[in-house]
């Protein structure tokens, strides 16, 4: 499975932007961008997902670099509710059936 | 209307002890998951089923069985339970092609052994 790289933890404002970003030095061609988010004593949310292009739904855009070896997910606007553990995973859809969770990125929302 | 349930959410039991945990998808999706989580909040694959068929079975100790009565439902049996069995179970679905399209995880089960 191709790995990913995100920091650990990210603070921001309520309000404000929030860019999270994510590695993939070793993503493959047919491997899809995913990011989900787990908010406390939740389970996973899916969040977004691409392939080459930017995307952007109602949660979040998602900023694919043109290589593809990195990508940000931005929240737009961020809330005192988006404070949770987002996780960037690649996945080949070509692969085994499943989606391997990293370390993710903690984000905590001040007010 | 719940797109994936797990039951129960909490459950407390001895070790040693048999128990399972039951999942339903009403997403018409045709392949179900089951995660662990620790106390260290590491999300690891434990099981997947495509149409009622084990397509993923990671180094999971015998102990536990997963069940596919049919698409829609995947449950999980444990048997002899032992204290490092105690965590969050995830139960997941998703159609078969989960680079193109999303899944859908449930609530959790809450699984302590005492």
């Known amino acids: 499975d191709a790995k990913t790289t995100q920091p650990n933890s990210m603070e921001s404002n309520e309000e404000e932007p929030v860019h999270l970003p994510c590695n993939h030095s070793?993503?493959?061609?047919?491997?899809?961008i995913h990011w989900y988010r787990q908010l406390p004593s939740q389970g996973p949310e899916y969040v977004i997902h691409?392939?080459?292009s930017n995307v952007n739904n109602r949660m979040a855009s998602l900023a694919i670099a043109e290589d593809r070896k990195s990508s940000t997910l931005i929240l737009h606007r961020a809330t005192l509710r988006d404070a949770a553990v987002y996780y960037c995973i690649l996945r080949d859809v070509a692969g085994a059936q499943k989606l391997v969770f990293g370390q993710g990125t903690r984000l905590t929302i001040n007010p | 209307d719940t797109a994936v349930s797990q039951t129960p959410k909490y459950l407390v039991t001895q070790m040693g002890n048999d128990k399972s945990i039951k999942c339903e998808q009403n997403l018409g999706h045709d392949t179900m998951y089951w995660y662990k989580q620790d106390s260290k909040k590491f999300l690891k694959i434990m099981f997947s089923?495509?149409?009622?068929?084990?397509?993923i079975n990671e180094t999971v100790p015998n102990r536990f069985s997963p069940k596919s009565p049919d698409k829609a439902h995947l449950n999980l049996h444990i048997n002899s339970l032992e204290l490092g069995d105690s965590a969050v179970y995830f139960c997941a679905s998703s159609n078969r092609q989960v680079g193109r399209t999303e899944a859908f995880f449930g609530q959790g089960t809450r699984l302590t052994v005492v």
């Open positions: 089923y495509n149409n009622k068929e084990l397509i």
């Open positions: 070793t993503i493959s061609g047919t491997d899809y």
């Open positions: 691409g392939l080459t």
